[in-house]
């Protein structure tokens, strides 16, 4: 072998058997094959997962949409939360929210079962609580509650041991709202857009995490950052996703969620795009995901 890496015979090391030099994945890291989950034996007791981002349009919805959709085609029992006042997770997933149960209502102790407010989706084992614009007005009705950042905690523990995963689909702020879907989560999925604006505020998400975690919930987890809309062809995406990559590590997923029309036909049609498009590349890395999150033990 000679100094220059290259064999006396002529030959490149790349080139020798064993020697090949690994495939990376949009991240810099190894590309990865994530295995098909196993069957689960049982159902329940649920892990809570927030998908939470204080910065709007950065794929919340549709990734709770298309994990909670790809999730229970592995077989895993998901319950949707909307928690949301623009109701968009509810649109996404076809559900009517007119005169419905909804998570207002059991916010307040209108309703006391949240059997009443779970509808079933077209998706088999994905089920909903759905929102419209009532729960903009929950925060007011809630600030003078005593240990109001736990409210949604104490619905939620009612029906936990009947799904493998609740997705908490939070609003883009962090108000009281985001305070108690933090409080009853287990962990929090970031999703971010490949975009400068977007990574300046997860920093204050992060802090707001840890303090969330010191005062009210001592078991919250940062459990992934999705990054999202990420175009490979511009390098601002690929800056972005790189500085992302330096800052929190292996939190950040393999997989990344390209940009892509098809997720707003997908919701005008009122379907995970994993049924939309079932083929569409999208799909196939909202799959991704959800195998790679399982590979984790972020979810069973």
Known sequence: MTRSGVSRSGESVAELPGLEAPVLGPTGRPFTEFAEPAPLKGVGPARIISLCNQKG?????TTTINLGAALAKYGRRVLAVDFDPQGALSAGLGVQTHDAVTIYDLLLGVVKDPHEAIIKTEVENLDIIPANIDLSAAEVHLVNEVAREQILAS????????????LVDCQ???????????????GVIIPLECEFFALRGVALLVETID?????????LELDAILATMFDSRTLHSREVLQRVVEAFGDRVLETVIGRTVKFPDASVAGKPIIEFAPEHPASKAYRTVARELISRGAVA
């Not at 349009?57 to 919805?61: A, D, L």
């Not at 303090?211 to 078991?219: E, M, Q, S, W």
């Open 57 to 61: 349009g950065v794929g919340k919805t």
């Open 172 to 186: 883009p702020s962090l108000g009281l709202l985001t305070v108690n879907a933090l409080t009853a989560s287990h």
């Open 211 to 219: 303090k969330v975690r010191d005062r009210l919930n001592p078991a």
């Open 155 to 166: 619905v939620l523990r009612k029906v936990s041991g009947e799904y493998d995963v609740i």
